[in-house]
Every structure is written in C-alpha cells, then in structure tokens.
C-alpha cells in the first residue's frame, strides 16, 4: 500500500504540493476550515457542504483540493499523532450542491492514499434531501471508514461533539468559542 501511495504521489503531485493556484476555485467556495484539535490532540477540519459546487476546475480540481487539504492538516500534527476529526457541516445543502463524483473522488482517496488517518467523520445538520446523495455513495464505502461516520442528531450535536472536543477548541457556528479560519489561511 506504501508504495502504491508513493508511485500515486509522485505521479499525482509532481512538484510535492498542491499550490493554491492549482485549486483556486475550490478556495474561493471558502468552504473547508482547519479548527482547533481534539481532546486526544487531532486536528479538526470543518466542511461547510453548502458551499461546494461543482465548477469550470471538476473533479480533478477537487481531487487536488482535498489532497491539498490533507497535506495542510497531516502537517499541523504534533510528533505521533497520525488521525484527525472532520466534522461535515451540511446546513443548507440542497441538490445544487450535490456532486457525487466530488465525493466518490473524495472518498477514494481517503480510503487508497490516505487509510487510517480518519479517525471521525461527524456529519451535522444532515437534511432529508441529503439522503439520496448518501444512498448513492454508500455502496462505495468501505466498511472501515463507514464505522467512523457518525450521523450527528440536531438534538444532540453540542452534546455528541463536546464528547470528543473541548468547548474552547469548537467552532462557533457549532456552539463553540473558536472562529473559522479558512484552510488557505492556516
């Protein structure tokens, strides 16, 4: 799998990185934020789905976007730390902002180039209509990575996330103290 991952890189990142220019449509959906660490000291990253569209760059932008992505928060870890937490925030996501190729991209390279590094993916304010993209890219995850998914009831959500992060260390859209700082500026 190592070398699978190293023959994939050099190919897929020629120069080592993903510079922002290479992605500059997915940074000005401003989107995906690097926020605070959890209680075991894992960086958190934040998605904001609404604002995801599909656009001119497609799906390899967007595969360049999450690899970018990735490479920002595995250097934010301190020394032995090898997981971090997502948390999906899907609050006003609607079929425009659907893009199942986006995820089924994401999704293979979590699970091919990058195993084990998700520790949790906490899906938030998940609308009904989310429900039919799910159904569709369901079938596609492998049964690992879909027990660290964990489907966040409204009811419950400052609770649920307070079980693994520290109130200060939060996001502010999600009850906390910590304001969002895009992934670009980090």
């Known amino acids: 799998m190592f ?36 209680k075991k000291g894992r960086p958190i990253a934040l998605l904001l789905a609404a ?8 799906v390899d932008e967007f595969k360049r976007f999450i690899v970018y992505l990735f490479d920002k928060i595995i250097t934010r870890m301190p020394p032995g ?7 999906g925030d899907l609050k006003g996501w609607g079929y425009a902002n659907s893009d199942i190729r986006a995820y089924l991209a994401a999704l293979s390279l979590v699970q091919d180039y ?4 998700l520790e949790k ?5 998940a609308p009904y209509i989310f429900m039919t993209a ?15 998914m964990i489907f966040v009831d409204n009811k419950s959500l400052k609770s649920t996330l307070l079980e693994e992060i520290d ?9 906390g ?10």
């Open 114 to 117: 990058y195993p084990e590094r």
């Open 121 to 125: 993916l906490f899906v938030v304010h």
């Open 81 to 87: 730390q090898e997981k971090f937490i997502v948390i």
């Open 167 to 175: 109130e200060s260390q939060l996001p502010a859209t999600l009850g």
């Open 51 to 58: 604002r995801h569209f599909q656009h001119e760059g497609g």
């Open 3 to 38: 070398l699978k991952y190293l023959n994939w890189k050099r190919n897929f990142v020629p120069n080592g990185s993903i510079s922002p220019s290479e992605i500059r449509h997915e940074i000005q959906q401003n989107k995906m934020f690097l926020q605070g660490w959890d």
């Open 177 to 186: 103290k910590l304001e969002l700082v895009p992934i670009h500026n980090s």
């Open 134 to 148: 799910w159904k569709v890219v369901y079938p596609f995850i492998d049964p690992k990575t879909r027990k660290k």
